[in-house]
Structure formats: C-alpha cells, structure tokens
C-alpha cells in the first residue's frame, strides 16, 4: 500500500490568503483612524503645555512671548506649534502635525485677535 501525501490544495491556500486580505482591508482604516486620533490629541496636548508655559513665563517677565524656544518645553514629534501674536495683554497659537493634514487646532488668551477655528477664549478649536 502506497502512502497518500496529505497536503494543502491550492485552492485551500487560495481560500486562505483572500480571507486573509479581507480581514487586512477591514483592520488598516480602522488603524490610520487611529493614528489621526493620536495626532489631535498631541496637538491639544501641546497647545495645553504651550499655555501653562505661557503663563509661568509671564509670571517671571510681566509678557508673554513669541518664541516658544524660550518657553522651555519640547512638543510631540511631528507637531509645528506656532505663537501668531503675543503681547503684555495675551498670545494666540496654532498646531498642526503633517500626518493629520488639514486638522489644525489653535487657542487665544487674553487681548488678542481671535485665531480660528478657536472662537472662545482659552478653548482649543479645532477644524
């Protein structure tokens, strides 16, 4: 009696590998999802660290700066965190991270023109 090779037909690995590419095509959006999650909360996160920041640097020079070089505090990767204005009476800033293209979040304090997509003061807005 011959021995029978038992094995995986071809189309069985066939079968296999579309299951397969099926369950990736779901998993990938639902993971870039994610990530664009992930990337609003390191911008609100930084401009929240940029306004404690803020603050501290007023208490010790009496005006808020535009140089956020001289704040003292490193941002997430990736974010591009910019003081529009900053004056004695408040400062306006927005973030934006490359990865999360075209969210961009700002937030104002203070005597200082409104920077949209923030329209109350000290919220972080986002669009």
């Known amino acids: 009696m011959a021995a029978q090779k038992r094995?995986?037909?071809?189309?069985?690995?066939?079968?296999?590998?579309?299951?397969?590419?099926i369950l990736a095509a779901i998993a990938i959006p639902k993971f870039q999802n994610t990530k664009g999650?992930?990337?609003?909360?390191a911008l609100k996160s930084d401009l929240r660290n940029l306004s404690s920041a803020q603050e501290a640097y007023f208490y010790d020079n009496?005006?808020?700066?535009?140089?956020p070089v001289s704040l003292q505090f490193a941002t997430s990767p990736g974010v591009v965190l910019t003081v529009v204005s900053a004056t004695s009476s408040g400062?306006?800033?927005?973030?934006?991270?490359?990865?999360?293209?075209?969210l961009m979040c700002a937030i104002y304090f203070g005597n200082v023109p409104a920077l949209p997509p923030a329209t109350v003061?000290?919220?972080?807005?986002c669009q």
């Not at 094995?7 to 590419?21: A, D, N, Q, R």
């Open 7 to 21: 094995g995986f037909t071809l189309i069985e690995l066939l079968i296999v590998v579309v299951i397969i590419g």
């Open 37 to 41: 999650k992930a990337n609003a909360a």
């Open 91 to 102: 400062w306006s800033a927005m973030a934006t991270h490359p990865a999360s293209y075209p």
């Open 62 to 67: 009496d005006v808020y700066t535009s140089t």
């Open 121 to 125: 003061e000290g919220l972080i807005g």
